[in-house]
T-cell receptor
Framework: DADVTQTPRNRITKTGKRIMLECSQTKGHDRMYWYRQDPGLGLRLIYYSFDVKDINKGEISDGYSVSRQAQAKFSLSLESAIPNQTALYFCATSDLDDEQFFGPGTRLTVL | AQSVTQPDIHITVSEGASLELRCNYS??????LFWYVQSPGQGLQLLLKYFSGDTLVQGIKGFEAEFKRSQSSFNLRKPSVHWSDAAEYFCAVGAWAGNNRKLIWGLGTSLAVNP
């Protein structure tokens, strides 16, 4: 079984809809991250969490929120989706040495 | 400011040829350095990492990278490229940002392999 899983893998939604992307990990790591990937822009950090009680904004947090329900679960929400949030979203985990382990990604399309 | 630069957006090589992907970083202290690969439709996979010690690091799939402090570089190399190496390659630096450590990412280099 994969160490970092993301659901759904693909999602098409409409402008204004609320959507939640979920991430679960079995690596036992305290640190979890949400990134978005756009062509030519690389990976951009949305939010990160170093433990269940710690949530931090990344470089592009506007329009997003997160919830760390447990050590193993970190969810990303788009309260009111807009077309420029169409992207590939990755969840990642890490231990203290910064090496990050990635999920397979969620491809989100906002119409 | 901390940053990672991958000067080559896109590279095309022939199968069997050697490969070098460049990565330069800007960071005041000794960094943790990483190379990741993203195959089409896949997530990112770690190729190799440097924390300390020997500056020539061996990774998976026949890749290696050399940390050169004087040049602030961590270039990725492979002596003979295979068609399956076609992918996006990302360099990253583990660095302090305020009170937290996180990865600073390059924008990636897209590698195409001609048969």
């Amino acid at each position: 079984d994969a160490d970092v899983t993301q659901t759904p893998r693909n999602r098409i939604t409409k402008t204004g809809k609320r959507i939640m992307l979920e991430c679960s990990q079995t690596k036992g790591h305290d640190r979890m991250y949400w990134y978005r990937q756009d062509p030519g822009l690389g990976l951009r950090l949305i939010y990160y969490s170093f433990d269940v009680k710690d949530i931090n904004k990344g470089e592009i947090s506007d329009g997003y929120s997160v919830s760390r329900q447990a050590q193993a679960k970190f969810s990303l929400s788009l309260e009111s989706a807009i077309p420029n949030q169409t992207a590939l979203y990755f969840c990642a985990t890490s231990d203290l040495d910064d090496e990050q382990f990635f999920g397979p990604g969620t491809r989100l399309t906002v119409l | 400011a901390q940053s990672v630069t991958q000067p080559d957006i896109h590279i095309t090589v022939s199968e069997g040829a050697s490969l070098e992907l460049r990565c330069n970083y800007s960071y005041g202290a000794t960094p943790y350095l990483f190379w990741y690969v993203q195959s089409p439709g896949q997530g990112l996979q770690l190729l190799l990492k440097y924390f300390s010690g020997d500056t020539l690091v061996q990774g998976i799939k026949g890749f290696e990278a050399e940390f050169k402090r004087s040049q602030s570089s961590f270039n990725l190399r492979k002596p003979s490229v295979h068609w399956s190496d076609a992918a996006e390659y990302f360099c990253a630096v583990g660095a302090w940002a305020g009170n937290n450590r996180k990865l600073i990412w390059g924008l990636g280099t897209s590698l195409a392999v001609n048969p």
